[in-house]
């Protein structure tokens, strides 16, 4: 099974601030590694899809990159609807698996 | 609109057994992959089962032999078919659409207590 690690496990930002959350596999996993924001009491929804490819709908603020072992989603400019918290997910293989997640917490 | 609605969750005793449905609409069940999500109260997401296109079907090593993965292409359902149900089986069940899931339903939450 591979094992995605998330960090931090939480962090709290101030408004118009950068924030970076990686995630890191256990194995290589190419780019099947997805984002995924979920806020309270919601079902979670796509943020990137395999690394690095845009959603549409997405704010452009989100973005993702990486690919192996590391992988990186980067929120510009972090505004107070983006409190959260965010999930990486790896399908390369069975069992697919989940980070841990990052809560995401407005100053 | 790619709409999915999750039914049939509720209150089981251990070792009981439910069926969750997930309704679709705006797209067909049966030519992508269909998962099931879980996540307990306060914890991360879990994935549980998926069936592909093909029809073939895989398990979470928690539930292999318990929980059944299937869909009715007549009616554009996925269902999760629930036994020997266990405490540490209650969490609200998403299901999902797609390798990249999306979307997702609103979810039905599944409460295994006597």
């Known amino acids: 099974e591979i094992v995605l690690t998330q960090s931090p496990d939480f962090q709290s930002v101030t408004p118009k601030e950068k924030v970076t959350i990686t995630c890191r596999a256990s194995?290589?996993?190419?780019?099947?590694l997805h984002w995924y924001q979920q806020k309270p009491d919601q079902s979670p929804k796509l943020l990137i899809k395999?690394?690095?490819q845009s959603i549409s709908g997405v704010p452009s603020r989100f973005s993702g990159s990486g690919s192996g072992t590391d992988f990186t989603l980067t929120i510009n400019s972090l505004e107070a609807e983006d409190a959260a918290t965010y999930y990486c997910h790896q399908s390369s293989s069975l069992p697919w698996t989940f980070g841990q997640g990052t809560k995401v917490e407005i100053k | 609109e790619v709409q999915l609605v999750e039914s049939g969750g509720g209150l089981v005793q251990p070792g009981g057994s439910l069926r969750l449905s997930c309704a679709a609409s705006g797209f067909t069940v049966s030519s992508n992959y269909m998962s099931w999500v879980r996540q307990a109260p306060g914890k991360g997401l879990e994935w549980v089962s998926v069936?592909?296109?093909?029809?073939?079907?895989y398990y979470a090593d928690s539930v292999k032999g318990r929980f059944t993965i299937s869909r009715d292409n007549s009616k554009n359902t996925l269902y999760l078919q629930m036994n020997s149900l266990r405490a540490e089986d209650t969490a609200v069940y998403y299901c999902?659409?797609?390798?990249?899931?999306?979307?997702w339903g609103q979810g039905t939450l599944v409460t295994v207590s006597s």
């Open positions: 194995q290589s996993i190419g780019s099947s």
């Open positions: 069936i592909y296109s093909g029809g073939s079907t």
């Open positions: 999902a659409r797609g390798v990249s899931v999306d979307p």
């Open positions: 395999y690394a690095s």
